[in-house]
């Protein structure tokens, strides 16, 4: 295992409460990603990242609705909301309920014995 994977894992359980929130249903979703992504996220999602994650989290919607262009994708939009909604109250009750569709509809993704990057 690399130190990276050591200080992840060791990173996971430090903040569990103080990352996403306090929601573990994002937990487990950001354990789920590639390491290289997870390991951004994680960072992103710590409350001392707060002057990195709100711009990144603009740039992303921006992206998103930009769209059309070549390099910019759809997939953009609800990752910049995710990461805004650590700060915005509003988009933080719009996220639980997405999570509750989550655990309703796609249980495997908050799996954590399940394969990675499942495309169902």
Do not use: C
């Not at 295992?1 to 569990?16: L, N, Y």
């Not at 929601?23 to 994680?42: A, E, F, I, Y």
């Not at 002057?51 to 992206?63: D, F, K, N, S």
């Not at 639980?96 to 495997?108: A, M, Q, T």
Request: charged share 25%.
């Amino acid at each position: 295992m690399s130190a990276a994977s050591d200080e992840r894992a060791r990173g996971a359980k430090d903040t569990t409460g103080q990352m996403a929130g306090g929601d573990p249903r994002l937990d487990k979703l950001v354990r789920r990603l590639p390491q290289r992504m997870g390991d951004t996220v994680s960072y992103l999602l710590k409350p001392s990242s707060r002057w990195v994650r709100i711009p990144a989290g603009a740039l992303l919607v921006v992206g998103g609705v930009l769209s059309i262009l070549p390099v910019l994708g759809i997939w953009m939009l609800p990752l910049g909301l995710a990461l805004l909604a650590e700060d915005v109250p509003a988009l933080r009750s719009s996220r639980s309920k997405v999570f509750d569709w989550i655990e309703r509809r796609k249980p495997h993704w908050l799996d954590p014995s399940a394969p990675k990057n499942d495309q169902s």
